[in-house]
């Protein structure tokens, strides 16, 4: 069974940047798209940026611009790098494999811990 491990997470001021990463437990990155969610209390969890193989990304519109993600198949991480971070960011932000770079069910049924961002 694969696992995931986030971490970045953090408490950031205004207008302040994190970088989240996922780790794998082995090498399963290379050969699907790769997704950020996150997820707060009481809703679920949200498709938030996706990238291919090929490094085609999509982003949800409340990130456009704002939020990139990367990936490096050499290291089994996927990264996320949040800029200018807004009170509606919050939540804890997780990584799995989307089926589809727009959503769709999750490939591995297990999640990681996760990593919880706060903006101040």
Known sequence: QVQLVESGGGLVQPEGSL????????????NY????YRQTPGRQRSLVAAITT???????D???????????????????QMDSLKPEDTAVYYCNLPSHITGGTPRL????????????
């Open 19 to 30: 970088r989240l990463s996922c780790a794998a437990s082995r090498n399963i990155f290379s």
């Open 62 to 80: 409340s990130v456009k611009g704002r939020f990139t993600i990367s990936r490096d198949d050499a290291k089994n991480t996927v990264y996320l």
């Open 54 to 60: 090929t490094g085609i990304t999509h982003y949800a």
């Open 109 to 120: 049924s297990s999640w990681g811990q996760g990593t919880l961002v706060t903006r101040s």
């Open 33 to 36: 798209a790769m997704g950020w």
